[in-house]
């Protein structure tokens, strides 16, 4: 009997019907797709994780980047929410479900990054109601076929655990596998300051400094609750040779709601070679 891990936030960040659902990624898809696609071949995506009538659009830019791209295996990189454990939770089941269907983990990359690891284990930590994770899988099978996932919650995110999940992730994956970091940036603030806090986290994105962006976390000179995610993602892309990247878009939930007094950034980037 197959372990499937049921839509928990359907419903509530993105549609529970299919056929609502399919038109709300379209939509997004279709109005963020100006953006012009790097030449080179594209190891990572950092996107953000609200519902999508806050953050889709911003993340939408960033999914726009894999339109008719050939990956087998997307991992998935999600900060945890709901509960805190120590190392790196690798989804234990089989398969993640979505209104719009199911997508099968790859069971022997889980194998292989998580065979005698120190802070990686194959568990249903983090897996159980997250939605940072969650809210990515639409976009992705809207865009691409035949395709497997990785499903990853950090629930430490210190820099030890990072790196031996980076270095480990480098040595399995190949040109047909996409990193997703899924990440929500400073979190009610004004505008005003959310733009300050989120603008250091942009340029250390664009600049592709992950060890300063990760001192700035740790000081609260930016915030990101997923900046573990963002961070594991770039230095497993540096260690593929993949050292580029570029901010696509960057928003706040007041640009939606009106409220510029407590505002939740968000942005979308792409890396690549």
Do not use: W
């Amino acid at each position: 009997m197959e372990i499937v891990r049921p839509p928990a936030v359907a419903g509530m960040f993105y549609p529970a019907d299919e056929r609502k659902l399919k038109e709300e990624v379209k939509f997004l898809l279709d109005f963020s797709k100006d953006e012009e696609i790097p030449p080179g071949r594209i190891s990572a995506l950092v996107v953000p994780h609200a519902g999508y009538i806050y953050s889709g659009r911003t993340a939408a830019y960033a999914y726009n980047m894999i339109r008719n791209k050939d990956y087998r295996t997307v991992v998935v990189i999600s900060p945890s929410h709901r509960e805190y454990f120590p190392g790196i939770s690798v989804y234990s089941g089989d398969a993640y479900k979505t209104p719009l269907g199911v997508i099968p983990v790859n069971k022997e990359m889980r194998e292989e990054i998580t065979k005698d690891a120190k802070f990686i284990f194959k568990g249903l930590e983090g897996h159980r109601q997250e939605h940072a994770l969650e809210v990515q899988l639409p976009f992705l099978q809207m865009l691409l076929k035949d395709f497997e996932i990785l499903p990853i919650v950090i629930g430490d995110q210190k820099e030890p655990f990072l790196n031996e999940l980076s270095d480990r992730l480098s040595k399995v994956l190949d040109d047909r596998t996409l990193i997703v970091a899924s990440s929500d940036l400073s979190h009610f603030h004004t505008k005003q300051e959310a733009d300050r806090l989120d603008s250091v986290v942009e340029r250390r994105i664009s600049e592709f400094d992950y060890r300063t962006l990760l001192r700035d976390l740790d000081k609260n000179t930016c915030e990101a609750c997923g900046g573990g995610p963002i961070v594991a993602a770039m230095r497993t892309a540096e260690l593929l040779n993949a050292r580029k990247a570029k901010v696509l878009n960057r928003s706040d939930s007041g640009d939606v709601t009106g409220d510029n007094s407590e505002v939740v950034g968000y942005l979308s980037a792409v890396i690549y070679e």
